[in-house]
């Protein structure tokens, strides 16, 4: 489901999206309706406006995380510094998404939704956490609570702050669903926090995202490194 203040990008989503045989848009709406809509037609995944003039895409999220399964929901947005986002974030949503988002990166990512990942790309997450007070070297705090996560914890925490599902992460690090869902309930549970989001930001300000970005580099010019160990 698509929840926008402009018609144009409502139907510009719907028929980019509908273009896919796997994904439907049950439906479309303002933020005055939005609420109701999603209760009646129980979408799996809600793409919703941060910034609407008649009821703000956060009072849409709070009403939509009261229900009993509450959809996935990523939060459009048209510029990545957006100071709703980290709130967002923080009150249940799974990402957000750009509204120049390129047409045919769109389905990937609300396919990605679907499967449970997360819609936030490490570049722009660090804008975002750039842009507000607090943010910079690594917070102690978050450095702690990571270190207390085993080493194949740290990757799996890794690949979700990357946006990676329960598949792709055991795809790229060789795991069952199974176990990677495992791995993601005792991360959540060390980590103290309730969402992937969360945990994805928490890693972000421990600098594991660093770490990983510096760890790339060094593999592109070491390309004989045996990385699987």
């Given at each position: 489901m698509v929840v926008d203040d402009e018609a144009l990008v409502r139907s510009g989503f719907q028929m980019i999206l509908n273009a896919s045989e796997d994904i439907e848009v049950v439906a479309?709406?303002?933020?005055?309706?939005?609420?109701?809509?999603?209760?009646?037609?129980?979408?799996?995944?809600?793409?919703?406006?941060?910034?609407?003039?008649?009821?703000?895409?956060?009072?849409?999220?709070?009403?939509?995380?009261?229900?009993?399964?509450p959809p996935y929901v990523a939060?459009?947005?048209?510029?990545?510094?957006?100071?709703?986002?980290?709130?967002?974030?923080?009150?249940?949503?799974?990402?957000?998404l750009l509204k120049d988002t390129e047409p045919e990166q769109l389905a990937q990512l609300v396919r990605t939704l679907a499967a449970g990942g997360v819609v936030m790309s490490p570049k722009a997450s660090r804008a975002l956490l750039r842009s507000h007070p607090g943010a910079g070297a690594p917070r102690d705090a978050d450095v702690a609570r990571v270190s207390m996560l085993s080493d194949r914890e740290r990757d799996v925490l890794t690949l979700i702050a990357?946006?990676?599902?329960?598949?792709?992460?055991g795809t790229r690090i060789h795991l069952s669903?199974?176990?990677?869902k495992?791995?993601?309930?005792?991360?959540?549970?060390?980590?103290?926090?309730?969402?992937?989001?969360?945990?994805?930001?928490?890693?972000?300000?421990?600098?594991?995202?660093?770490?990983?970005?510096e760890a790339t580099r060094t593999d592109d010019h070491h390309p004989t490194r045996d990385v699987g160990r």
């Open positions: 479309t709406a303002e933020g005055a309706r939005a609420a109701d809509v999603i209760r009646r037609e129980l979408p799996d995944v809600v793409l919703l406006d941060i910034r609407m003039p008649d009821v703000d895409g956060l009072t849409v999220l709070r009403r939509v995380q009261e229900l009993p399964e939060m459009l947005t048209t510029f990545d510094t957006d100071e709703y986002i980290l709130t967002a974030l923080r009150s249940g949503a799974s990402g957000f990357e946006g990676l599902s329960n598949a792709d992460i669903q199974g176990t990677v495992d791995h993601v309930s005792s991360i959540l549970t060390k980590l103290r926090v309730t969402s992937r989001v969360q945990a994805a930001l928490l890693a972000e300000r421990a600098g594991l995202l660093t770490r990983a970005d």
